[in-house]
């Protein structure tokens, strides 16, 4: 399964390829402690490692219902002659990406969030030939990971290794199912850590290889040279969607924090400090009179929050989370949104000159629902909420429309994603319900699974 998505700033298509998986609740064994490469009649090989790993990843199934109602040939009085459907009859359609089993005891299996969207059937084919149905345990769009059960015996899963040790420059391979092929290994190096700001996920923290990865190793597995799990490979950067030698994985420490809210919740439930943050660029620097650039500027403290009621203030540098270092605003944003909410960090900030040290309690988000929109009857029966923060795309998420209903007859469906109203940009409820308002006609502009759709309501 692919998803593809646009780079806006290189006119670059970023495609989403099918992740791997990490353990979360595995049991870590001494068995990973050495290297795997060994060598073979004098000649270097990485078959050893290949052959502990390649049974732990998996080909995933997904079977979906593709809603043909918006096609433009459903109204044309010419196609109806000729046959074609007067109501709406879904039409199933069939994807594959990658998982990695994280643990053989709980039949836990890693993937990503892409990879089983909006599935009515998922089935897991394992090494060995056998083919098992999987659940959702939990899925998050923001970090595009997502956590799936099966029942099976005789199952093998990868240690998870810790990301923190790795640097640029370190072997790794990559394992999927590129274009259906099962099985396929590819090796490379760590190109860079910590990339962010590719407008690929809503929370990025990618570990960038130049391994082969291509369409359908979306879930994989990348792994070092001691066979450990260290990132989902889950993205590329090509200008047709094909390999070029730059793909991104998410990190294990990322996947990990998300697997285990997975696990508790069956969601990620982010909360917030109540800060607007940006980076510490040198000019900034210069002018607020601070040596080095890294770290996060806060820009705005918002009232009665978290972050004002432990003292925080607007024009406070926050150097450290935790007493570990912060390289900039995402690294800040990222280590929040992975925290539950009523987790309470230290943060270490730079005012005046002096550090000073903070203890914030991570809150609740503000949150906005709207079961029905007042003075607007051909919205009845849709509901909408606020996108949460970590959304790849920012606007009113419609969280129910019942069928038959005014909403379902305009056309609006679950998940659709209203960005502008009347080619003025929304960003809560509060705009999309101000913009609606005095309009006797609107035009809905929305996003349904990456593809823009415009909706004229009355």
Aim: proline fraction near 5%; aromatic fraction near 4%; glycine fraction near 10%.
């Amino acid at each position: 399964m692919i998803k593809q998505l646009y780079h806006t700033r290189s006119a670059i298509t970023a495609v989403l390829v099918v992740s791997l998986v990490v353990p979360l609740a595995i049991n870590h064994t001494n068995a990973a402690q050495s290297p795997l490469l060994t060598s073979r009649d004098g000649i270097p090989t990485l078959a050893p490692l290949v052959e502990r790993v390649a049974p732990a990843v998996v080909n995933v199934g997904v079977k979906t219902k593709v809603d043909m109602s918006n096609n433009p040939l459903f109204n044309d009085p010419m196609f109806r002659f000729f046959g074609g459907p007067r109501e709406n009859v879904p039409q199933e359609r069939a994807s594959s990406g990658s998982g990695v089993i994280v643990n053989a005891k709980l039949g836990y299996v890693i993937t990503n969030s892409h990879v089983v969207e909006n599935a009515t059937e998922i089935t897991v084919r394992l090494k060995d030939r056998r083919e098992v149905s999987a659940k959702i345990i939990g899925s998050d769009e923001g970090t595009d990971i997502a956590l799936l059960q099966i029942e099976a015996d005789k199952l093998t899963d990868i240690p998870i290794g810790d990301t923190r040790s790795m640097s640029v420059g370190d072997y790794v391979i990559a394992v999927g199912n590129p274009f259906g092929l099962s099985d396929t290994v590819t090796t490379g190096i760590i190109s860079a850590l910590g990339r962010s700001s590719l407008n690929i996920e809503g929370w990025e923290d990618f570990i960038q290889t130049d391994a082969a990865i291509n369409p359908g190793n979306s879930g994989g597995a990348l792994v070092n040279l001691r066979g450990e799990l260290i990132g989902i490979n889950t993205a590329i950067l090509g200008p047709n969607g094909g390999n070029i030698g730059i793909g991104f994985a998410v990190p294990t420490t990322m996947v990990k924090a998300v697997m285990a809210q997975l696990i508790e919740y069956g969601e990620v439930r982010r909360g917030q400090i109540g800060i607007v943050i940006g980076d510490l660029t040198p000019e900034l620097a210069e002018s607020l009179c601070v040596d080095d650039i890294r770290g996060a500027v806060i820009s705005r403290v918002q009232p009665d929050s978290p972050a004002e009621q432990a003292g925080l203030k607007t024009g406070d540098i926050v150097t450290q989370f935790n007493g570990t270092d912060l390289q900039g605003s995402n690294d800040l944003r990222n280590r929040v949104g992975l925290l539950t909410i009523g987790t309470t960090v230290k943060l270490t900030v730079v005012r005046d000159g002096k550090l000073q040290n903070f203890n914030v309690t991570i809150g609740k988000p503000p949150s906005e629902t709207v079961e029905r929109m007042q003075d607007r009857p051909s919205l009845a029966g849709a509901s909408f909420s606020n996108t949460n923060s970590g959304a790849r795309v920012k606007g009113v998420i419609v969280t129910s429309v019942e069928r038959g209903s005014p909403a379902y007859q305009v056309g609006l469906r679950t998940g659709d994603i209203i960005v502008s109203v009347n080619r003025n940009d929304i960003t809560n409820v509060e705009e999309f319900t101000e913009a609606m308002s005095g309009n006797k006609q609107a035009a809905l502009f929305i996003n349904r699974n990456g593809e823009d759709i415009l909706i004229i309501v009355q």
